[in-house]
């Protein structure tokens, strides 16, 4: 049988993902967000790899037999560890890490900085693999960004926390932003 692409994200983000993949793919393709339980982003990594299991449990049901996890909340705490536990082969497992480690590329000048969700800077694998690639790495908390775009909050607002993180972006000078979410 045809294989099946599940594609999903802890609300409606990874649907930007979900779209880009249906550009260049003519594979078979399922999207789950999890909108009851959005945002993942500042919950505890325990909390997350159990909603992580029940997303590939639900996927799994639904006939899926290869995955991109666009949450890049829930990509920082996926272990191989806990991809054996769901029976999920890794070389079928795709996230928002494995994606950035092996496409993006950076210069030894070059300062980048990570914008993302509590949980994603709190894991530091944004700047684990960043610094691998030898670039000055900064990094900027995101804490509410996620839930008030997952309840549709006023423009302004959302606007307001971005404004924020631009500025300290421009204070430490930086050459490059990571936006650790997919929204």
């Known amino acids: 049988s045809k294989p099946v692409l599940g594609i999903f994200d802890s609300g409606v983000g990874g649907f930007s993902v979900y779209k880009k993949i249906k550009e260049v793919s003519t ?3 399922v999207y789950y967000g999890d909108c009851a ?5 500042n919950r505890e990594e325990s909390e997350i790899q159990s909603f992580i299991k029940d997303d590939i449990t639900f996927l799994k049901d639904e006939g899926v ?7 890049n909340s829930m990509s920082v705490v996926t272990t191989d560890t806990l991809l054996k536990e769901c029976k999920v082969d890794s070389a079928k497992y795709t996230d928002m890490i494995r994606a950035f480690d092996a ?4 210069g030894v000048e ?3 900085l990570v914008m993302a969700t509590v ?3 709190r894991s530091g694998i944004y700047q684990e693999v960043l610094s691998a690639k030898g670039v000055a790495v900064f990094e900027y908390v995101y804490k509410d960004l996620a839930g008030l775009i997952e309840t549709n ?3 302004e607002d959302i606007l307001t926390l971005i404004e924020e993180g631009m500025k300290y972006a421009v204070e430490v000078s930086a050459t490059h932003i990571v936006y650790g979410c997919t929204h």
Do not use: W
């Open 37 to 41: 339980r959005a945002p993942y982003g």
């Open 153 to 155: 909050a006023k423009q």
């Open 110 to 112: 070059d300062k980048v």
């Open 65 to 71: 037999t290869h995955f991109v996890n666009a949450c």
């Open 119 to 121: 949980a994603t800077i």
């Open 27 to 29: 594979a078979n393709c």
């Open 103 to 106: 496409h993006a590329s950076f």
